[in-house]
């Protein structure tokens, strides 16, 4: 087996520490029957990333973290698998597994290097899992590889326009001001983390998915609703409610 790329050995090693942080929300996700999404946990209603009836639908998700959004799949009747590269994120995912008694494998994993065999799923989704951490140029061409034609990928993830008016200090909010070239975006840094991020312009993203057979069918640029709030440090709500603060994307395989 090959050792994984270097930036997936650094996000890995960084989630391992993020992990703890993130099992409140994870709890609390899957508890819930209504899903939400993203920074304002906007309702599924509205958003509509799920297809309603998942009834043995082979599903996945990449970068499944404490996989909830794997959890509300299975409870749409999918036959789930939720691949993740970081232990004690899936150590949270298998603790939450055996308490809702919800019957989904976990697989532990890049999303640059699924180990799935060819046109193995028929719905591939990830909220802000292989969209943000994974090099998109390795993982777009493997969810291809592992959907059926005219399987469905669904993403979410920062919008690329946030991230131009993004401060590299890590608490500092968006701004109105444009902090770094919106052309070119790919990896990203910030000075105070070792993690590396990935983000394309809508143009890029549009080439890559088209390259790789897929037809685009929806793109949601998602703001804040009035009154939202969140615990992450750098999310304005005033700021979002002008401005996209993240992306989901709908893509069909069409081989
Ligand atoms: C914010 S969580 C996303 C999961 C879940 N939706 C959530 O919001 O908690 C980000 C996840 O991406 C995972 N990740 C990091 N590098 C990855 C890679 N190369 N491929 C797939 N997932 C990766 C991390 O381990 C982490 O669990």
Known sequence: MKAPPEHARRNRDAWQQFA?????????????????????KLPERDLQLLPDDLTGKRCLEIGCGTAYVSAWMARRGGRVIGIDPTPNQLATASELRARHGLPLSLVEGIGERLPFSDDSFDFAISEYGAALWADPLRWVPEAARVLRPGGQLVFMTNASFAIACMPDAENEKTTAALQRPYLGLYSVEWPDGDEVEFYLTHGQWIE????????????????????????????????AQSWPSEEVWFARYRA
């Open 20 to 40: 703890a942080r993130y099992a409140e929300s994870g709890r609390a996700a899957w508890a819930s029957t209504d899903p939400y999404w993203g920074i304002w």
């Open 208 to 239: 890559l998915l088209t390259d790789n057979g897929f037809v685009v069918e929806r793109l949601l640029e998602l703001g804040a609703p009035v009154g939202a709030q969140t615990s992450i440090a750098w999310a304005d709500a005033d700021w």
